[in-house]
């Protein structure tokens, strides 16, 4: 919900202007965790450093958007485990949401994002397609280029999808990542680029087992 937390963050902003399944990891910016169950986690982390921003009413709006996803989706498609603000002297007062999506596609249709989970095969079903250049990852590093064709025809092997500008974690060791777009920070971890105003951009490849 990073882009949903944002833009509310904004239009409290300017309201008070012109009007006077539990979360089982912690982050410290915002992260889509894809659990070994194929469910996801979104933890949110804003800054909140501004006068102007309501906590209880932020809570309340976001509240009030699970609810109506909720209504149309189904019991247990979203629940929100936490929101909070805290605050730091490096990084100042930060608001901190950590959502439980049922799914991938609850994360996808409730972000207004891209988002896949799951194996090579059932990637390709799906229409997405393996003709990025890829680099190999080995203990968490980059470790040259590599030919993706080798790696789908195994099993075991996982795929994340995505085309947002976040970190993503996954329950497993990372094995490959399209190149450009997915900069590794550990073997589990990869920091997703992607530029919702480029008509261009495609989303990251995150292939793990």
Not at 127 to 150: H, I, L, N, T
Not at 168 to 173: H, N
Not at 185 to 204: R, S
């Amino acid at each position: 919900m990073k882009r949903k937390l944002y833009a509310t963050l904004g239009i409290l902003a300017a309201a008070s202007i012109t009007t006077a399944c539990g979360a089982s990891f912690e982050a410290d910016e915002s992260t889509v965790y894809i659990t070994k169950q194929g469910n996801v986690i979104g933890a949110d982390i804003e800054d909140f450093n501004e006068d102007y921003y309501d906590e209880e009413e932020l809570k309340a709006y976001i509240t009030e958007s699970i609810e109506s996803y909720v209504e149309s989706n189904g019991n247990g498609s979203l629940e929100m485990d936490r929101f909070e603000t805290k605050s730091s002297e490096e990084d100042g007062v930060t608001a901190q949401l950590y959502l439980n999506y049922a799914t991938y596609i609850d994360y996808a249709l409730f972000n207004d994002v891209t988002l896949f989970a799951g194996t090579v095969e059932q990637a390709q079903q799906e229409g997405y397609p393996f003709d990025q250049d890829f680099v190999k990852v080995e203990d968490g590093a980059p470790a040259g280029s590599m030919d993706v064709q080798e790696l789908l025809s195994e099993e075991e092997v996982r795929v994340v999808v995505i085309g947002e500008e976040t970190a993503v974690r996954v329950d497993g060791e990372i094995v490959g990542v399209s190149d450009g777009n997915a900069e590794v920070t550990g073997k589990n971890t990869v920091k997703a680029h992607y530029d919702v105003e480029d008509a261009q951009a495609q989303p990251a490849y995150i292939l793990y087992q």
